[in-house]
């Protein structure tokens, strides 16, 4: 995430008790320093008022999780977002006053399992639990059709929100509405499409 945040211009600061991963890291985001966050004088030296959000991303030690957490609260931190090992963890979490946290592996192997479930599913994003954003390969029974979004809905009950094609947008539901009418071919083999809908209607059409 520090590396992703750093390649899309933001200043990130990564703090770590391990110089190993400090180390490794101080070439690949912006700013590195070894620290022992769970240390409250430690922490003070960080810029716990200047900076827009925290994240806490350690997860194999419960303890100095919630304590991280709690200073960081506790010193008035804008934003805290941690992340949470398991349903203890987040209930610790909340008691706190955290309510922004993750858990990266049920939300990867959630995603994972649905995707497995859909075959052709090339990605999937969460709105809630059951609103989801898809982007897939266009199925064999709709090449060489006309590309009709009104009519896609209307039979599917999903929302086609772009369509790719040889890796460039060539549809888009946010075109002002007089653009959507000079549209005018048919779905090809390699085209992906981006949808948006319940998950059974997913399942329904992909199924179909």
Do not use: W
């Amino acid at each position: 995430m520090a590396k992703i945040l750093t390649a899309m211009g933001h200043d990130v600061l990564g703090v770590d008790r391990n110089i190993d991963k400090v180390e490794f890291f101080k070439d690949k985001i912006a700013n590195t320093i070894c620290l022992d966050a769970s240390d409250p004088h430690a922490l003070r030296l960080l810029p716990v008022k200047e900076a827009d959000v925290f994240v806490v991303c350690i997860g194999d030690d419960f303890g100095v999780s919630v304590m991280i957490a709690a200073l960081l609260k506790k010193f008035g931190v804008k934003k805290v977002i941690s992340r949470e090992s398991s349903s203890i963890h987040l209930t610790v979490l909340n008691s706190i006053g955290i309510t922004n946290t993750i858990n990266p592996e049920y939300e990867s192997a959630n995603i994972l399992a649905q995707k497995l479930e859909l075959e052709g599913i090339l990605n999937m994003f969460s709105i809630t639990d059951t609103l989801k954003i898809i982007d897939m390969k266009v199925p064999e029974s709709l090449i060489n059709l006309k590309f009709a979004p009104g009519n896609f809905k209307k039979e599917t009950h999903l929302k086609i929100v772009a369509l790719k094609r040889d890796q460039k947008i060539v549809y888009s539901s946010s075109q002002p509405q007089e653009d959507h009418e000079i549209v005018d071919f048919n779905f090809l083999k390699d085209d992906i499409i981006v949808l948006i809908g319940e998950i059974r209607d997913i399942r329904n059409f992909v199924h179909s």
